[in-house]
């Protein structure tokens, strides 16, 4: 699995340096409760 980098604010990125792998990278990622809760502050 790659390396996770945290996220703080909302700026610019290109989305594969964040999550390489849809599947492996983003999805449980975007599982994380306090993902959740961030995205829903939103």
């Known amino acids: ?7 703080s604010g909302l700026e610019p990125v290109e989305l594969r340096d ?3 792998n849809e599947a492996a990278d983003f ?3 975007l599982a994380k409760e306090e993902t959740l809760l961030s ?3 939103h």
Do not use: G
């Open 39 to 41: 995205l829903a502050r």
């Open 18 to 20: 964040i999550w390489p």
């Open 27 to 29: 999805t449980p990622w």
């Open 1 to 7: 699995m790659a390396e996770i980098k945290e996220l």
